[in-house]
């Protein structure tokens, strides 16, 4: 899709794909407000603004409309965003006791900062995300919701250069 076919269309529409992009309503919001932009690169630029504008309800919002690293049964439902299954392929060919592995450390994430684990995963392997959220339990929440942050900007702009091809 074109940003020029995107422009065209209902506005419930755009905010579908929007949300499809980043589970956040402010986001969404905001982001209806920049259309029409030029190009991808000022698209992709007034994502990263005006996510970095929303809030930490915003960015929790988006963190629970992600499909848990691991989580076969999400991941194969019909309502599961394709984006999700494609970003998790890699991981999905993983060992199955890897992937056991990677629920639990999951789950003692979220016990720790009260949101699932967000890491632009397109690519990773099970090994690779574990040893990763193992790193990161030991953050600061503080520190923590910033770089969950920061993995759900990369995850909304890589979203948004597969929808704007």
Same mark, same amino acid.
């Not at 992009?21 to 986001?27: D, I, Q, T």
């Not at 394709?82 to 392929?89: I, S």
């Given at each position: 899709?074109?940003?020029?076919?995107?422009?065209?269309? &209902?506005?419930? *529409?755009? !905010?579908?794909?929007?949300? /499809?992009?980043?589970? /956040?309503?402010?986001? $969404?919001?905001?982001?209806?407000?920049?259309?029409? $932009?030029?190009?991808?690169?000022?698209?992709?630029? !007034?994502? *990263?603004?005006?996510?970095?504008?929303? %809030?930490?309800?915003?960015? @929790?919002?988006?963190?629970?409309?992600?499909?848990?690293?691991?989580?076969? %049964?999400?991941?194969?439902?019909?309502?599961?965003?394709?984006?999700?299954?494609?970003?998790?392929?890699?991981? @999905?060919? /993983?060992?199955?006791?890897?992937?056991?592995?990677?629920?639990?450390? %999951?789950?003692? !994430?979220?016990? $720790?900062?009260? !949101?699932?684990?967000? /890491?632009?995963? &397109?690519?990773?392997?099970?090994?690779? @995300?574990?040893?990763?959220?193992?790193?990161?339990?030991?953050?600061? &929440?503080?520190?923590?919701?910033?770089?969950?942050?920061?993995?759900?900007?990369?995850?909304?702009?890589?979203?948004? #250069? #597969?929808?704007?091809?």
């Amino acid at each position: 899709m074109t940003i020029a076919e995107f422009d065209n269309l &209902p506005a419930a *529409e755009k !905010y579908a794909l929007l949300f /499809s992009c980043c589970g /956040s309503a402010g986001w $969404v919001d905001s982001m209806l407000g920049v259309f029409p $932009v030029q190009d991808l690169v000022d698209l992709l630029e !007034y994502a *990263e603004e005006k996510w970095f504008e929303c %809030n930490h309800s915003d960015w @929790l919002e988006a963190f629970e409309n992600h499909a848990r690293l691991g989580d076969k %049964n999400a991941l194969s439902q019909e309502d599961t965003p394709q984006f999700g299954k494609a970003e998790q392929a890699a991981l @999905l060919s /993983s060992d199955e006791s890897v992937i056991k592995q990677l629920v639990a450390a %999951n789950a003692d !994430y979220e016990d $720790v900062f009260g !949101y699932m684990f967000i /890491s632009f995963a &397109p690519g990773k392997t099970g090994e690779q @995300l574990l040893e990763e959220i193992g790193e990161r339990l030991n953050n600061d &929440p503080r520190v923590e919701i910033e770089i969950a942050a920061a993995e759900q900007d990369k995850i909304t702009k890589h979203r948004l #250069k #597969k929808l704007f091809r």
